[in-house]
Antibody, heavy 121, light 110 residues
Framework: QVQLQESGPGLVKPSETLSLTCAVS?????????WGWIRQPPGKGLEWIGS???????YYNPSLKSRVTISVDTSKNQFSLKLSSVTAADTAVYYC??????????????WGQGTLVTVSS | QSALTQPASVSGSPGQSITISCTGT?????????VSWYQQHPGKAPKLMIY???KRPSGVSNRFSGSKSGNTASLTISGLQAEDEADYYC??????????FGGGTKLTVL
């Protein structure tokens, strides 16, 4: 059973860099799939941030691309998110999820429980 | 890349059927058969309910079904049950290796 768990600071100051890690258990990242980050501002909808393959190939949301870096560490079976120059608008629950995307199928499943990151001084 | 359009809320009585729409453009919903639907209970992570427009993952009730016509995808829940009360989100591939979610729909079971 694949499980994902987000971790990282719950409070980040404006203009600084948000850093989160997603630990994967029950499946080896090196075996395949993409791995994604999705966020949800309080009381609002979901926004795809980006996805990474175990080889390091990345896809990013164009609206966030200039500030986002997603990386993978296969030795630790985890992947990470960095979002720079954060503002209050980046306050959200951040989820990581396994992202299956091929020419025949496309879905995000399962998801981590999510972690709330607040941007405030 | 704009969020897909969903009704803010829908409601139905137990046993009834409801449909949630998800409207996009020919660049996302209308252009690909890669629409998925997620159920989210308060304070919980989203759960995959439908993928590739109409396919159901193992373990998801057959009361949930999906379809698409043109630029609009739909999620239908038949035989409404109290535990179906949740927020529902659609998601579509939007080309150029990008994905877009809908704004979400709150389902109330009366």
């Amino acid at each position: 059973q694949v499980q994902l768990q987000e971790s990282g600071p719950g409070l980040v100051k404006p203009s600084e860099t948000l850093s989160l890690t997603c630990a994967v258990s029950g499946y080896s990242i090196s075996s395949g799939y993409y791995w994604g980050w999705i966020r949800q501002p309080p009381g609002k909808g979901l926004e795809w941030i980006g996805s990474i393959y175990h080889s390091g190939s990345t896809y990013y949301n164009p609206s966030l691309k200039s500030r986002v870096t997603i990386s993978v560490d296969t030795s630790k079976n985890q992947f990470s998110l960095k979002l720079s120059s954060v503002t209050a608008a980046d306050t959200a629950v951040y989820y990581c999820a396994r992202h299956m995307t091929t020419v025949t199928v496309d879905w995000f499943d399962p998801w981590g429980q999510g972690t709330l990151v607040t941007v405030s001084s | 890349q704009s969020a897909l359009t969903q009704p803010a809320s829908v409601s139905g009585s137990p046993g009834q059927s409801i449909t949630i729409s998800c409207t996009g453009t020919s660049s996302d919903v209308g252009g690909y058969n890669y629409v998925s639907w997620y159920q989210q209970h308060p304070g919980k992570a989203p759960k995959l309910m439908i993928y590739d427009v109409s396919k159901r993952p193992s373990g998801v009730s057959n009361r949930f079904s999906g379809s698409k016509s043109g630029n609009t995808a739909s999620l239908t829940i038949s035989g409404l049950q109290a535990e179906d009360e949740a927020d529902y989100y659609c998601c579509s591939y939007a080309g150029s290796s990008t994905w877009v979610f809908g704004g979400g729909t709150k389902l109330t079971v009366l």
